[in-house]
């Protein structure tokens, strides 16, 4: 079982930046590939960012690309998701989620944090 604890979210005007953090225990972080979603009000939840157990592989969904960076420190058990040019669209509840290796779907989620982008 692997617990994943998000903070980091919060209200910043548009154009502003926000960096969430996701802590995870309980197995051992490098043998998981972490990625980052988010749900809007009324929405789907969506697949904003992945990275590679190693800390290869990052992935964005278009929306974000060029203004969100993933990363992870495996040392600290972390995977962070940097957030530039936030947009009013931005605004959703963001999760955290865990899936081993080889697996295709993620398995292991956090209870998400709050990000608010006001125009």
């Known amino acids: 079982q692997v617990q994943l604890v998000e903070s980091g979210g919060g209200l910043v005007q548009a154009g502003g930046s926000l960096r969430l953090s996701c802590v995870a225990s309980?197995?051992?972080?490098?043998?998981?590939?972490m990625g980052w979603f988010r749900q809007a009000p009324g929405k789907e939840r969506e697949h904003v960012a992945a990275?590679?157990?190693?800390?290869?592989?990052?992935w964005y969904v278009d929306s974000v690309k060029g203004r969100f960076t993933i990363s992870r420190d495996n040392a600290e058990n972390t995977v962070y998701l940097q957030m530039n040019s936030l947009k009013p669209e931005d605004t959703a509840d963001y999760y955290c989620?865990?899936?081993?290796?080889?697996?295709?779907?993620?398995?292991?989620w956090g209870r998400g944090t709050q990000v608010t982008v006001s125009s």
């Open positions: 989620a865990a899936k081993q290796r080889y697996a295709l779907q993620y398995n292991y």
């Open positions: 309980g197995r051992t972080f490098t043998n998981y590939n």
């Open positions: 990275i590679s157990w190693n800390g290869g592989n990052p």
